[in-house]
């Protein structure tokens, strides 16, 4: 005997929000994959923590694909195991999102030094580094207008007479605009790279915890409906 009266609309609520669950999945995919090439594209990260919360909101995002399965035939199906089964695991996802957000919220606080750290280790093995690094290097100094970690002066033992930057510091970049230039504000960017880092690993940090609140409210309300229909179709059972 089938679910009857309200348990239909809750029913055909959990398919709907089963779909719901399927674009949240891929949501977190695309925000995760965002989140770690912002990490790695800004600068070159050695430190394990700063891809962490981007990888787990990657993983989270693909088993919710198969976790809607279980949600969608389920409630289709009217069959009590997989629905149980979608509850259980759908619990367990909202547990590990809510400790991801948890995790994004710590990192923010380790930012400054990862940044800090990091843009030193970059400006140090310039010389010695494969071209394809010291593009990555001028790239982001081009971008954000910036030069050094936290000033022009950084870049002081890039050349021995201590007083030249790459091109990619010049306010206007052309070959060689560097030497000798690194005190003067007209023709070298003299801010530094961290603040302007540390800003933009913020606001994507931000955007992937926001993300994993919003999605684990969504994903209560299906567990709410879940635990209704497994009532329902219980009840059903007993009828029998």
């Not at 030193?120 to 010695?128: C, F, W």
Request: contains cysteine; glycine residues 8%.
């Amino acid at each position: 005997m089938g679910i009857e009266g309200g348990m239909k609309c809750v029913k055909y609520l959990l398919f709907i929000f089963n779909f719901l669950f399927w674009l949240c999945g891929l949501a977190l995919i695309v925000v995760g994959i965002l989140a770690q090439v912002a990490l790695h594209n800004t600068i070159m990260m050695n430190d394990v923590a700063a891809s962490g919360g981007p990888i787990l909101i990657i993983v989270i995002g693909v088993v919710i694909f198969f976790i809607a399965f279980f949600g969608c035939c389920g409630a289709w199906k009217e069959n009590y195991c997989m629905v149980t089964t979608f509850a259980i695991l759908l619990g367990l996802i909202i547990i590990v999102e809510i400790a991801a957000a948890i995790a994004g919220y710590v990192f923010r606080n380790k930012i400054s030094d990862v940044v800090q750290d990091s843009l030193t280790e970059m400006i140090s093995n310039y010389n010695s580094s494969s071209p394809k690094f010291r593009d990555t290097v001028d790239g982001l100094q081009k971008d954000l207008k910036c030069c050094g970690v936290n000033s022009s002066s950084d870049w002081r033992d890039f050349m021995p007479d201590r007083k030249s930057v790459p091109d990619s510091c010049c306010v206007t970049i052309s070959t060689n605009c560097g030497i000798g230039t690194m005190t003067d504000p007209d023709k070298v960017h003299q801010q530094g790279c961290h603040d302007a880092v540390e800003a933009i690993l913020e606001k994507n940090i931000l955007w992937v915890i926001i993300a994993a609140i919003v999605i684990a409210v969504l994903q209560i309300l299906g567990l709410v409906f879940a635990c209704l229909l497994m009532r329902g179709i219980r009840s059903g059972y007993e009828v029998m």
